[in-house]
């Protein structure tokens, strides 16, 4: 049978050069992931509250935002912003860009999953806004708080909670995603195991390695999660949907 | 009729739902079993048909074990007809096709018969204009009488009621208790958990009380709400009668 | 703005969604399938059923699809023996990665039933077998074609990835364009919409059938 006539050498993962190769590429995947995520929730906020603002362009550019995004898969948005919006940018704007910022197919990367992760926070976001009764904001504000208390200190804390399980899945969703990133050249696990592979021909061990990588992340979120709804949660309080 | 014999219930190792509860139930009779929530009184009711498995003693229906392996249970289950507290009607099927399921698929008949059958059904209950109604149209009330004709529908000999009116609103609940009514005096056996006490002092010819699993006090009901024996029984008695 | 570069492109591009298409067909049916069985596994409560199922989904649902791609791509050689074509790799892929998905939709979409259902089924004498049949699986199916449909929409999307392994599908063959053309903004502006519209009937299906399940409630 094939699978014993082929050549195993593991050791592939941790011989120089290709062991350092391996470490900075998940090094990679772990601090791309958690820029694009950040930038995601921030974004992803706004474009919640601007839906379901009293302001009806507001409402519009934000679920346009989501529609657009949600219907458009990641790799075109990746293409986008690292082919296309450069050349949007004037002469100047061209040039510094590729003098100064080297490796910008990392910062695309970043910007593109940012964005693109940020529509489904948006929406989950939105869901815990439109789950929380009117009447919860009705009681903060005849005690006097104005609009912008109440949701930082009631109506965001309240969602949060409702919508921690999804929260959470979407985060481990950023991290698969990343691997996305290969496709402009970003140096990360995925594109490291496949290119050892072109100067080993042991990519069956390296992807297995890879593999394994993807796996402790989620387990290591999963895990965390727990932990984190632990903390937070509130006797009484329904914090997963049946 | 019904032999319930020193039956426990355990739910995980430390609660226990039902603590040695003996009772007999005579064909014709109708018992009202009311008490405390957490009592077990549905837990019980569950028992005699076979819905709940008890770990100790024994439930004799019509002369057959209801834990028995050779018991046929899905025969025994067409004897005893059951009412639930949220109706549970088949929400994609209309009234009729709730009420004549059983009857074509289990007691296999004709589908012009279970028809037939069950078209007399419903305007025993009062409700024939709703025959060709989902669930999703009617009112609570319709869809317990519904729920009723359904039970009926396998010609049982016992009616269990699990809180058939909780689920109501005010309005709704003499048109099901009329039904109840109804059937009690045409000489169903029958055993209602509830706490519309004034049906209970119409058709009950005993009233049991349970607390925590165990069965606190039994009797005749004028006895039990002008005299009751225990304190527990007075506690309630004094708290769910204005 | 050179819409030029579009319309003299159009056809070798456009001709790339059939084989999108193709893909996203083939994984749809097979997936659907398996994640039909993985889910029956799921709800057993035979162990030998259970945890295999359970393994499978935690495992593919944990792994980029990207990922699955390479690895089967390395490894269906090494274990059939023989080379194997991209489309082939990238469908055995695509089938074992995307069943996961579905093995959960289908799986919620059963539990969904309240439980009550089920004991009135039983409770007048149906079998095990009558009250999946009549009772459990027309509610459970009701319950997840707007799911299916969207994960539908997602497995569309999913197809621009057989990209990495050289398939020549619509989105390489704008890549190709662009490598040869450089007008990249009109290009990739061209690929955004004609996903955007193609997934925006997907999406619109999935929620007008969500809100004729929410009114038959």
Same mark, same amino acid.
């Given at each position: 049978?094939? !699978?014993?006539?082929?050549?195993?050498?593991?050791?592939?993962?941790?011989?120089?050069?290709?062991?350092?190769?391996?470490?900075?590429?998940?090094?990679?995947?772990?601090?791309?992931?958690?820029?694009?995520?950040?930038?995601?929730?921030?974004?992803?906020?706004?474009?919640?509250?601007?839906?379901?603002?009293?302001?009806?362009?507001?409402?519009?550019?934000?679920?346009?935002?989501?529609?657009?995004?949600?219907?458009?898969?990641?790799?075109?948005?990746?293409?986008?912003?690292?082919?296309?919006?450069?050349?949007?940018?004037?002469?100047?704007?061209?040039?510094?860009?590729?003098?100064?910022?080297?490796?910008?197919?990392?910062?695309?990367?970043?910007?593109?999953?940012?964005?693109?992760?940020?529509?489904?926070?948006?929406?989950?976001?939105?869901?815990?806004?439109?789950? !929380?009764?009117?009447?919860?904001?009705?009681?903060?504000?005849?005690?006097?708080?104005?609009?912008?208390?109440?949701?930082?200190?009631? !109506?965001?804390?309240?969602?949060?909670?409702?919508?921690?399980?999804?929260?959470?899945?979407?985060?481990?969703?950023?991290?698969?995603?990343?691997?996305?990133?290969?496709? !402009?050249?970003?140096?990360?696990?995925?594109?490291?195991?496949?290119?050892?592979?072109?100067?080993?021909?042991?990519?069956?061990?390296?992807?297995?390695?890879?593999?394994?990588?993807?796996?402790?992340?989620?387990?290591?979120?999963?895990?965390?999660?727990?932990?984190?709804?632990?903390?937070?949660?509130?006797?009484?309080?329904?914090?997963?949907?049946? | 009729?019904?032999?319930?014999?020193?039956?426990?219930?355990?739910?995980?190792?430390?609660?226990?739902?039902?603590?040695?509860?003996?009772? $007999?139930?005579?064909?014709?009779? *109708? =018992?009202?079993?009311?008490? %405390?929530?957490?009592?077990?009184?549905?837990?019980?009711?569950?028992?005699?048909?076979?819905?709940?498995?008890?770990?100790?003693?024994?439930?004799?229906?019509?002369?057959?074990?209801?834990?028995? +392996?050779? *018991?046929?249970?899905?025969?025994?289950?067409?004897?005893?007809?059951?009412?639930?507290?949220?109706?549970?009607?088949?929400?994609?099927? $209309?009234?009729?096709?709730?009420? *004549?399921?059983?009857?074509?698929?289990?007691? @296999?008949?004709?589908?012009?018969? +279970?028809?037939?059958?069950?078209?007399?059904?419903?305007?025993?209950?009062?409700?024939?204009?709703?025959?060709?109604?989902?669930?999703?149209?009617?009112?609570?009330?319709?869809?317990?009488?519904?729920?009723?004709?359904?039970?009926?529908?396998?010609?049982?000999?016992?009616?269990?009621?699990?809180?058939?009116?909780?689920?109501?609103?005010?309005?709704?609940?003499?048109?099901?208790? /009329?039904?109840?009514?109804?059937? +009690?005096?045409?000489?169903?056996?029958? =055993?209602?958990? $509830?706490?519309?006490?004034?049906?209970?002092?119409?058709?009950? /010819?005993?009233?049991?009380?349970?607390?925590?699993?165990?069965?606190?006090? @039994?009797?005749?009901?004028?006895?039990?709400?002008?005299?009751?024996? %225990?304190?527990?029984?007075?506690?309630?008695?004094?708290?769910?009668?204005? | 703005?050179?819409?030029?570069?579009?319309?003299?492109?159009?056809?070798?591009?456009?001709?790339?969604?059939?084989?999108?298409?193709?893909?996203?067909?083939?994984? &749809?049916?097979?997936?659907?399938?398996?994640?039909? &069985?993985?889910?029956?596994?799921?709800?057993?409560?035979?162990?030998?059923?259970?945890?295999?199922?359970?393994?499978?989904?935690?495992?593919?649902?944990?792994?980029?699809?990207?990922?699955? &791609?390479?690895?089967?791509?390395?490894?269906?050689?090494?274990?059939?023996?023989?080379?194997?074509?991209?489309?082939?790799?990238?469908?055995?892929?695509?089938?074992?990665?995307?069943?996961?998905?579905?093995?959960?939709?289908?799986?919620?979409?059963?539990?969904?039933?309240?439980?009550?259902?089920?004991?009135?089924?039983?409770?007048?004498?149906?079998?095990?077998?009558?009250?999946?049949?009549?009772?459990?699986?027309?509610?459970?199916?009701?319950?997840?074609?707007?799911?299916?449909?969207?994960?539908?929409?997602?497995?569309?999307?999913?197809?621009?990835?057989?990209?990495?392994?050289?398939?020549?599908?619509?989105?390489?063959?704008?890549?190709?364009?662009?490598?040869?053309?450089?007008?990249?903004?009109?290009?990739?502006?061209?690929?955004?919409?004609?996903?955007?519209?193609?997934?925006?009937?997907?999406?619109?299906?999935?929620?007008?059938?969500?809100?004729?399940?929410?009114?038959?409630?």
């Amino acid at each position: 049978m094939g !699978i014993f006539s082929y050549d195993f050498d593991w050791s592939v993962l941790w011989r120089e050069p290709y062991g350092h190769l391996m470490l900075k590429g998940v090094l990679t995947t772990l601090h791309l992931s958690l820029l694009a995520w950040i930038l995601a929730v921030a974004l992803g906020i706004l474009v919640a509250l601007s839906r379901v603002s009293s302001w009806r362009p507001a409402r519009l550019l934000g679920g346009a935002y989501v529609q657009v995004f949600r219907n458009t898969p990641l790799l075109v948005h990746l293409f986008f912003w690292y082919y296309a919006a450069p050349l949007l940018l004037p002469r100047t704007g061209q040039e510094w860009l590729y003098n100064h910022i080297p490796n910008y197919a990392y910062w695309a990367g970043v910007v593109g999953l940012g964005a693109y992760t940020a529509s489904r926070v948006a929406e989950q976001f939105r869901s815990g806004f439109l789950a !929380i009764p009117l009447d919860q904001h009705h009681a903060a504000y005849s005690t006097g708080l104005t609009r912008i208390q109440t949701y930082r200190y009631v !109506i965001l804390p309240y969602a949060f909670r409702l919508i921690l399980p999804a929260f959470t899945t979407e985060f481990l969703t950023c991290f698969k995603n990343s691997a996305l990133a290969m496709t !402009i050249g970003v140096m990360e696990t995925t594109h490291t195991a496949y290119y050892i592979d072109s100067f080993t021909w042991h990519g069956l061990e390296t992807t297995t390695a890879a593999s394994l990588v993807y796996l402790t992340i989620a387990v290591v979120i999963a895990v965390s999660m727990s932990v984190v709804e632990k903390r937070i949660h509130i006797p009484g309080m329904i914090t997963r949907g049946r | 009729m019904i032999e319930i014999e020193h039956v426990s219930l355990w739910y995980g190792k430390e609660f226990k739902a039902l603590d040695n509860v003996s009772e $007999t139930i005579s064909s014709g009779q *109708t =018992v009202i079993i009311c008490g %405390t929530s957490g009592s077990g009184k549905s837990s019980l009711l569950r028992c005699i048909n076979g819905l709940e498995r008890f770990q100790d003693g024994k439930i004799t229906v019509d002369g057959l074990s209801v834990q028995h +392996a050779r *018991t046929n249970i899905q025969k025994l289950r067409s004897r005893i007809g059951m009412v639930f507290q949220h109706f549970e009607l088949y929400p994609h099927m $209309t009234a009729l096709e709730n009420i *004549t399921l059983a009857p074509v698929r289990v007691a @296999k008949k004709s589908k012009q018969l +279970a028809r037939k059958e069950a078209n007399e059904l419903l305007s025993r209950v009062g409700i024939l204009d709703q025959a060709d109604k989902y669930p999703g149209e009617l009112s609570g009330g319709q869809k317990q009488r519904v729920a009723i004709a359904r039970a009926l529908a396998m010609k049982p000999k016992i009616m269990l009621f699990d809180e058939p009116t909780s689920a109501l609103d005010p309005e709704m609940i003499k048109e099901v208790l /009329d039904v109840m009514v109804d059937l +009690a005096e045409a000489g169903m056996t029958m =055993v209602v958990v $509830t706490h519309e006490m004034g049906f209970a002092k119409k058709v009950a /010819d005993e009233i049991i009380f349970m607390d925590q699993g165990k069965v606190i006090e @039994k009797g005749n009901v004028h006895m039990f709400f002008r005299r009751p024996q %225990t304190e527990r029984a007075q506690q309630f008695l004094s708290r769910i009668l204005v | 703005m050179d819409l030029s570069v579009i319309v003299r492109n159009a056809p070798f591009m456009l001709g790339g969604l059939v084989l999108s298409f193709e893909l996203a067909a083939i994984t &749809i049916v097979a997936g659907l399938t398996l994640g039909i &069985i993985l889910a029956s596994a799921r709800l057993s409560s035979k162990p030998v059923l259970y945890y295999p199922a359970t393994i499978y989904v935690h495992f593919f649902r944990g792994l980029p699809l990207i990922l699955v &791609i390479f690895w089967l791509y390395f490894l269906a050689p090494v274990i059939l023996g023989t080379s194997v074509n991209e489309f082939t790799s990238a469908a055995i892929a695509f089938v074992v990665f995307e069943a996961a998905y579905f093995a959960e939709i289908v799986r919620s979409g059963i539990q969904a039933v309240p439980t009550g259902q089920v004991m009135a089924a039983h409770s007048t004498g149906l079998s095990s077998l009558q009250t999946a049949r009549f009772v459990v699986i027309p509610q459970a199916l009701h319950n997840m074609v707007p799911a299916l449909v969207t994960q539908a929409v997602v497995v569309f999307q999913d197809t621009s990835l057989g990209y990495v392994i050289g398939l020549r599908e619509f989105l390489r063959r704008v890549n190709l364009t662009d490598a040869r053309e450089a007008r990249s903004v009109e290009l990739y502006l061209f690929a955004g919409l004609v996903y955007f519209s193609i997934c925006s009937l997907g999406s619109l299906a999935s929620q007008r059938l969500e809100k004729r399940r929410a009114e038959g409630q």
